[in-house]
């Protein structure tokens, strides 16, 4: 390796775990948070309830039908024990730290953060947090784990002063293993509690300004759309676009792969929600959504989650 490749690597690494200690000595974050109430149990919101629970918090988790709870906690119970053979984690520890519900109100009225990973549905999410405003303590932090949506538009419905505390925290999927997460919509002393908080849960902070789709779905998107575009011109096939990206660009899977394990239907959901309405994104033909993928969802060709996508699958 030449010292220029030693000296940049050297700097990566450095930047890195800068943003995993603090550039200096940070105040702990369970001072201030010590009950986290997370909304919604499927993928992301079980992920992110496993891993704050991980960290020590004490989480509430809540979903709407006790048979999604269930259905959660028990995806929670294999990736603790698929990780109790790699790590020093005891399951059984961290499981007494997650309790769960249906009531909206009984998760939030203790909670120091609430952390909603619903349906991505800007009416949905703004109604849900309006109800929650009304029964949260007044320093409770609430985060959304939108992925395309602008928090200040989610927060529109609660008052002026939780406006404030209003942010973004997106983790990325799957939560357990991913090490990113991105905050938007905070500075000063909030900024520092959340950069702390997401370093004491074991992931990585990164911070944006609130805009459409963050740093990585932003460039992520078009990305995919492009990979798209590229196979129904004829221009290559999915199996060669994967394979070129992998090899010729070091990712660590092609887009199609990619798609296929984040959900197709949710790339198509982000792309027609941006082309069709997102302040300055409107009409951007970077965002276009495709005819053969609203065929596909359809069809429920979803990717991995459905057994089928861009490629099929076998359990």
């Known amino acids: ?10 700097r990566r690494q450095k930047q890195l775990l800068s943003h995993l200690k603090g550039e200096s000595a940070e105040t702990d974050p369970k001072e201030q948070i010590k009950q986290v109430a997370v909304y ?16 020590g918090y004490k989480v509430t988790l809540w979903d709407i039908q006790q048979s999604d709870i269930d259905r959660g906690m028990q995806t929670i119970r ?13 399951p059984t520890s961290v499981l007494r730290r997650i309790s769960t519900t249906t009531s909206q109100i009984q998760a939030a009225h203790a909670a120091d ?20 405003d009304k029964v949260a303590k007044p320093s409770c932090i609430f985060a ?4 395309s949506l602008l928090v200040r538009d989610i927060a529109k419905t609660v008052s002026g002063a939780r406006k404030a505390r ?24 909030l900024l520092d509690l959340l950069k702390a908080f997401v370093r004491d849960i074991g992931k990585v902070p990164v911070v944006c300004r609130d805009t459409p789709g963050f740093i990585v779905n932003r460039l992520l998107v078009p990305y995919n759309n492009e990979a798209r575009q590229m196979v129904e011109r004829g221009d290559a096939s999915i199996e060669d676009v994967d394979t070129a990206m992998r090899l010729g660009a070091g990712y660590p899977m092609g887009p199609f792969e990619l798609m296929d394990m984040t959900g197709i239907d949710v790339g198509y959901h982000i792309m027609k929600g941006w082309y069709e309405g997102a302040s300055g994104l409107q009409g951007d033909p ?3 959504p495709s005819k053969e993928v609203e065929q596909m969802i359809k069809k429920n060709h979803l990717g991995h989650k459905t057994g089928r996508g861009y490629y099929t699958y076998t359990k």
């Open 40 to 55: 919604g149990a499927g993928i992301m919101g079980g992920g992110i309830a496993q891993v704050v629970a991980q960290a």
């Open 78 to 90: 294999n990736s603790l024990e698929r990780l109790s053979k790699k790590q020093e984690i005891d």
């Open 1 to 10: 390796m030449s010292t220029n490749a030693k000296e940049t690597a050297l």
């Open 286 to 288: 970077r965002f276009k």
């Open 144 to 147: 959304t784990n939108t992925s």
């Open 113 to 132: 953060l609430v952390i909603e990973a619903i349906v991505e549905d800007l009416k949905t999410k703004q109604q849900l947090l309006e109800r929650l």
């Open 166 to 189: 209003t942010v973004a925290l997106h983790f990325f999927n799957p939560v357990a293993i991913m090490q990113l997460v991105e905050i938007a919509n905070a500075d000063g002393a």
